[in-house]
């Protein structure tokens, strides 16, 4: 696996895969990996002739008072993890080179990133959306894969590469879960077993809202007002916000009738974790 850390080396790594036109596929991530990246990993080496993997704690999407300073850092073991499992080139810029302290141009989709996370993190999607176009031009990659468990981000990269006329697929794929449905985050590190425990509330509160709506549940308040329970019955839990949107805009919805997203950012003492189902009235394609 090639380990590359300046800006010039990758694009000429790339370039190199284009001349020989191979399918290059590019998985963005921050770094202290775990099945949920893994999966977007391999998804990627079954699809594309080369695969890169970037790892950039990316300090232009953290708010103030954040946790930028705190957040788990192990290159090692993410690059043995990638290196085992076939990955041609991992990408760790530099901080001051990709995001130096000059720079004046930043990307904003607007609208629905008024929402949800965007709400609570106003410089959050601002600071995803630049990097990740930064890292799109230098990587030129064919394919671009993300998680749903991000959802409203991967919607927001959709709707960048849809305004900007970019030509790279983007491909969102399913959020990958402990055996008790805690969805696999690096901010889980943060976590005392206590914590951990009551973070289990948000995949119940989520499976709460769901079997709602499943048994004919219409009204999103009563939906929203079950789920808050479901986290409020736990210590040490604190709601940043709790959604029935549209799964696309994230526009708030009234009345349930076609595919909602459920989605909450729950405070679990420091750690800030978010965790989204979307949910059909037929069929569900969360774990159902
Ligand atoms: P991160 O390192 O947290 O910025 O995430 C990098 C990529 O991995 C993003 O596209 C995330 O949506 C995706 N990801 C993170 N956790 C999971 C998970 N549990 N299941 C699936 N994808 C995930």
Redesign the pocket.
Known sequence: MQEISTIQQMKDWSRQSRNNEQRLGL???????????L??VRHSLAQCDRTVVSIFVNPIQFGPGEDLARYPIDLERDKKLLADLGVDAVFIPKKDELVPPDMNTFVQVENLTEHLCGHSRPEFFRGVTTIVLKLFHIVQPDVA??????RQ??EVVRKMIEDLNLDIQIVG?????ESDGV?????NSYLSPEERESARSIVQALESGKSLILNGETSAEIVKNQMRSVIASRTGTRIDYISVCDPRRFGEIQRIENPVMLAMAVHIGNTRLIDNYLVEKNSCKEPC
Do not use: Y
């Open positions: 998985v963005p991530t921050m770094g202290f990996l775990h099945e949920g990246h999966n977007l894969i993300f998680g749903e468990k991000d981000q991967l794929l399913p959020t990958i879960r969805a696999l985050s690096s901010r």
